[in-house]
């Protein structure tokens, strides 16, 4: 096989990392979309487990005993990425070729929750969520395009029934059916070093399922502590290898499964003042179980590019949020809060690649919720995510497991912030009457 014909087999193949590793974390630690709360945002999610809003059942099905009566909450995030590449132009084996500039996309990432107070300690909900995401657009050719993508889209919708109970005024349970599908859309453009605009691609979906449980313990009525799960869902993919005529290996037809990780989250929310609350969140991701993901044919056999098996060699490590904040209750109507978190990142300099670029990050977050009426309250929340200065090394002598020598040589920086803002709309349905006897904090 030609120099030319085997790039662009091993660009596809790339393609279908880019999907696995889009599908594994956008905006927490890779590319997993932490956006999911207007309220929590600004706090920089500090609390989250611990409740104060509809949306705190996406880390902790549990909180929802402290909605009472029917509400609903609907969220918009937008996300604002930068991400520029540069390259060594000594080091890199198409140097000359240059950077990407930004190859960040923005969107558009809604949530929605519902929850019903059926009975005085039994609670039912549903959150419909995008948890993970990726959208990328890099030039056709340079320098590094042997490892990124010339345009990505990752989509992700996940649906979660939820049922809570609260057992006395001091401990509350939840749980609840994770149901995810996922939908991707890759092509590679390599026309710089071929003729034309000849471009790989991949596009497919698949379903993937897990669980969710959780527990709030109130043990004053200042002090809530909140410990949430989500499960690992290990995501079905079946999708379509799409190769350049002549080009070899097994286009076509394809599936994978990937091991998307555990989440657990411990949080605490206390009024230690009668309008001050500090709030505080430790959570742990289990990516290191992602480990290397084989993409296979449909008889079973492993798919092939150029007489080589496709295999994907994600190797995580776990990671590690940490955040801590602060609520005050300016009047009757206004709540404003603030915080500020640190995110260790699962990709590691030993793995890191153009299309994934994420590493270390500080969370500042601001924001505010207005309640308008007894039915209505609104969120508005803005946070700035500061990247720590990442550098990616794929060369023989780095070890990184994506090093392909027919791909070449490619050493560069990546300099990487993130801008969002989000805003929430609270609607109750019921007519609010008084709660029932509990001593649990609500916002």
């Not at 520029?84 to 890199?92: K, L, M, R, T, W």
Request: with cysteine; charged share 10%; hydrophobic share 40%.
């Amino acid at each position: 096989m030609s120099f030319h014909g085997m790039k662009a087999v091993l660009l596809a193949c790339s393609g279908i990392a880019a999907l696995i590793a889009a599908t594994a974390d956008a905006n927490a630690g890779g590319l997993a979309v932490r956006e999911q709360s207007a309220w929590g945002q600004g706090a920089s999610f500090a609390g989250v487990a611990a409740g104060g809003s509809a949306s705190a059942m996406f880390w902790n099905p549990a909180t929802i005993t402290q909605v009472p009566g029917l509400q609903s909450e609907s969220v918009l995030s937008g996300i604002m990425p930068y991400a520029a590449n540069s390259p060594n132009v000594a080091a890199s084996s198409f140097g000359p070729l240059g950077g990407t500039g930004d190859s960040g996309q923005d969107a558009l990432v809604p949530a929605a929750y519902y929850t019903w107070q059926i009975k005085p300690d039994l609670w039912i909900g549903m959150s419909v969520n995008s948890p993970f995401g990726l959208s990328v657009k890099e030039p056709g050719a340079w320098a590094g395009s042997g490892y990124g993508a010339y345009w990505t889209n990752l989509k992700t919708y996940n649906a979660t029934p939820t049922v809570a109970y609260r057992i006395n005024d001091w401990i509350s349970i939840g749980a609840g059916v994770q149901v995810q599908y996922a939908q991707t859309t890759f092509g590679f453009g390599y026309n710089a070093l071929l003729p034309g605009n000849t471009q790989a691609g991949l596009n497919g979906g698949g379903w993937g399922y897990g669980f969710t449980g959780g527990i709030t313990l109130t043990p004053t009525q200042y002090l809530t502590v909140g410990v949430g799960y989500r499960s690992g869902i290990n995501q079905k993919l079946n999708g379509t290898l799409m190769l350049p005529a002549g080009a070899g290996g097994t286009p076509g037809s394809i599936n994978t499964s990937v091991n998307l990780p555990d989440i657990v989250t411990g949080s605490i929310r206390y009024r230690f003042a009668p309008q001050w609350t500090a709030l505080g969140t430790v959570e742990w991701s289990n990516w290191s179980r992602i480990g290397t993901v084989n993409v296979l044919q449909p008889n079973g056999a492993p798919a092939t590019a150029g007489g080589s098996v496709v295999a994907l060699p994600f190797q995580y490590q776990d990671g590690w949020f940490f955040s801590a904040g602060a609520e005050y209750q300016w009047n009757d109507r206004l709540a404003v809060r603030s915080g500020i978190g640190y995110e260790r990142s699962p990709v590691t300099d030993q793995v890191r690649m153009p299309l994934v670029p994420d590493n270390d990050r500080i969370w500042l977050s601001a924001g505010a919720t207005y309640q308008y009426s007894n039915k209505i309250s609104l969120d508005l929340a803005y946070t700035h995510v500061f990247l720590k200065s990442t550098s990616i090394d794929i060369s023989a002598a780095s070890g990184n497991p994506w090093f392909k020598p027919i791909l070449g040589t490619y050493v560069g920086d990546v300099s990487s912030h993130v801008d969002i803002v989000s805003v929430g709309f609270h609607y109750r349905w019921d007519n609010p009457a008084p709660a029932p006897v509990s001593t649990l904090p609500h916002k």
